[in-house]
């Protein structure tokens, strides 16, 4: 018997499984899929999660069953490509594996910025996301949300946010001097223009160095903010980056 072992279910995860049960895998071969949650979650739906538009059991969608495919669900603590082998927290029997498939996918960027981790939601864990959620929307009216970082995460966390709760203060943190800097003119004057319209204040050349319990200090200014969602890049799973294989710059194997 092959073992093949998946470990993360998220959209690779669960792209390469498709394939691989749409291609007949031979009898010979069992995959297993582990994953902390017992279902696949959509990770594109995480800003409505944040900002309690969508219910939870929407972004849940229950794994595929077949007879050559099991789940164990559990976090991953360590990936062992010596010894071929997955170690779960509080499991003391490692799983084995003859072929590994890696979709653990990625995890906010704090760019070594002081605090920013500890003080601060994030929106890339299903689990992160409801927190974030139940912060946000335990605001009391007109408390102030920031959101740092104005790439795609950050423009849908703060409109959806904007629409579930137009009594609160938002402010969009933006690198540069446009939101949205990797899309064309006409998309990032629409988005800010949209922003004006809806009274979400950007503060474009930021620069977030610090961040401590309800407030952040940007281009040395302390701001003040009840809630700070941050959404200023991702990095791989540290599971991946922990690999003894070569990384492009992006840290990626
Ligand atoms: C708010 C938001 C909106 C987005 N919108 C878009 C969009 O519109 N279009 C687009 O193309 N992309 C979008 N993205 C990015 C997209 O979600 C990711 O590119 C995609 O999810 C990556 O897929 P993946 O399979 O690599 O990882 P994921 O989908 O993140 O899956 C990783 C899986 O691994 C599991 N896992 C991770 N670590 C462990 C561990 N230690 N133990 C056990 N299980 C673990 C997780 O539970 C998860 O199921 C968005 C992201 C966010 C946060």
């Not at 164990?72 to 490509?81: K, M, Q, R």
């Not at 740092?148 to 849908?156: H, P, R, T, W």
Request: proline share 2%; glycine share 8%.
């Amino acid at each position: 018997m092959k073992r093949v072992v998946l470990i993360g279910g998220g959209y690779g995860g669960m792209n390469a499984l498709h394939q691989l049960l749409d291609n007949n895998i031979p009898k010979d071969v069992q995959i297993t899929v582990i994953d902390r949650n017992p279902y696949h979650s959509l990770k594109t739906e995480f800003y409505a999660i944040t900002a309690g538009t969508k219910a939870d059991k929407e972004v849940r969608i229950d794994f595929p069953l077949h007879e050559q495919v099991s789940y164990i669900f559990g976090e991953i603590i360590e990936i062992n490509t010596d010894r071929e082998l997955i170690r779960l927290k509080g499991n003391e029997i490692a799983v084995e594996y003859d072929y590994l498939l890696i979709g653990l996918g990625c995890e906010d960027n704090y760019h070594g910025i002081q605090g920013a981790m500890e003080y601060t939601e994030s929106v890339q864990s299903i689990s992160s996301a409801r927190k974030a959620s139940i912060k946000v929307n335990n605001l009391s009216a007109y408390s102030q949300v920031s959101v740092v970082g104005a790439g795609l995460s950050g423009i849908e966390v703060a409109s959806e946010i904007r629409e579930s709760r137009p009594d609160l203060n938002i402010r969009l943190l933006d690198r540069g001097a446009t939101v949205l800097s990797a899309f064309d003119e006409k998309v990032q004057s629409y988005v800010e223009e949209w922003f004006r319209k809806n009274q979400v204040e950007i503060l474009h050349h930021s620069n977030v160095e610090l961040v401590a319990e309800g407030i952040f200090y940007n281009n040395g200014e302390g701001i003040e903010s009840d809630v700070i969602i941050w959404t200023a890049g991702v990095r791989p799973n540290y599971l991946v980056r922990s690999l003894p294989f070569e990384k492009d710059r992006h840290e990626k194997s």
